[in-house]
């Protein structure tokens, strides 16, 4: 396997070639609202603090509308077992490399996987900033089995927290179904089948100036639920310019994938983000991504679209998106070559 960042960068490092991006995609001059921050949606999910639950759906698909992102607080996550998660899950990249190469090879599929940079390492001509953990999480029993079992604890505190976020992400997609006007239930089933929990370690860089932890993107997922923790790195692009998502204590990200803005029609637009580094301290985060199951066709909802709101998107099998969505770097311009309806 390509090496790890972890296992040879150190704060006296200087910067491989191979890691400096030329300058128009570079972490650049970030841009703040008028009160000096960057506005985007904290939504409280506690019915008592937030009026009722018609108001906490107005919030959503407004957020969903105007940002693609947002944050939640009061979401019923325990806010230990989210310290907990975060605590194993650093601890898992800083073992040392070999440790995470043995833990990562047990899965005959290679679901559960270690890697660094992109999924395209060894054709990217540049590389990011970041060492990568991936596994399924659906059904529990049949990928734990794959999982580290060290850290000790891994499983254990990783599998109560996929249960928690994934009940998590069921509340909040039914809140979504409710304000998009289709049926209870619209999200369950194999729209949601195939959650994959991602953790991405991103170490202390020497030229975060000229370094990317993940280049831009939108999340190939009907929606993730983020963890970042409390260092600062994610940056969503809103209109032409990059702001930072504020990490605050114990609440999540959420973010909107291309698959829910094909499903309600671009309704809800996925954001645009990615990730930089900093040259002091280390930076943990896990995704955890609800995504359909492979053979699931992907369409426009039907009773979003009518003569006056045409379709926007065609309908497309969810595998083919996701290898087109890999193989071409995950380009805007490209994805929406493949999932615009051309008339
Ligand atoms: O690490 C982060 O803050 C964001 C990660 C991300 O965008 C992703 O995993 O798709
Ligand atoms: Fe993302």
Redesign the pocket.
Same mark, same amino acid.
């Given at each position: 396997m390509e090496k790890l960042v972890s296992s040879w960068s150190t704060a006296g490092t200087t910067l491989p070639e191979s890691y400096i991006f030329p300058l128009e995609t570079r972490p650049g001059e970030l841009h703040f609202g008028p009160d000096g921050n960057s506005n985007i949606p904290v939504i409280d999910l506690d019915e008592d603090h937030n009026h009722d639950q018609t108001s906490i759906i107005q919030q959503i698909i407004k957020a969903g509308q105007e940002y693609g992102i947002f944050q939640v607080v009061n979401h019923g996550v325990s806010e230990e077992l989210m310290d907990e998660t975060m605590k194993v899950m650093k601890k898992f990249h800083e073992m040392p490399a070999i440790d995470k190469a043995r833990e990562c090879s047990k899965d005959p599929k290679m679901r559960c996987r270690l890697y660094t940079s992109s999924e395209n390492y060894s054709t990217e001509e540049l590389h990011y900033w970041r060492d990568a953990l991936v596994h399924p999480c659906h059904p529990l029993e049949e990928h734990m089995q794959f999982w580290p079992e060290n850290p000790t604890q891994y499983r254990e505190i990783v599998g109560k927290y996929t249960v928690e976020v994934r009940k998590l992400a069921s509340k909040i997609l039914e809140l979504i179904s409710q304000g998009l006007g289709v049926k209870p239930g619209y999200f369950s089933g194999e729209l949601s089948e195939n959650p994959i929990v991602l953790v991405n370690h991103y170490p202390a860089c020497p030229e975060p100036g000229l370094a990317l932890g993940?280049a831009k !993107?939108?999340?190939p997922s009907v929606i993730?639920i /983020?963890l970042q923790g409390d260092v600062p790195g /994610?940056q969503l692009s809103k209109d032409g310019k990059w702001v930072v998502v504020p990490p605050l204590s114990h609440a999540f990200v959420v973010?909107i994938g291309y698959v829910l803005q094909v499903l309600s029609n671009g309704k809800l637009k996925g954001a645009e !983000?990615r990730?930089v580094t900093n040259s002091s301290v280390a930076r943990t985060t896990t995704?955890l991504f609800i995504y359909p199951s492979n053979d699931s066709i992907i369409k426009p909802e039907t009773t979003l679209t009518d003569a006056c709101n045409p379709p926007l998107y065609r309908a497309f099998q969810y595998k083919d998106f996701r290898s087109y969505y890999i193989s071409n770097t995950a380009d805007a311009e490209k994805v929406h070559e493949f999932m615009d309806r051309h008339t």
């Open positions: 993940i !993107h939108r999340d993730t /983020l /994610l973010n !983000h990730v995704s």
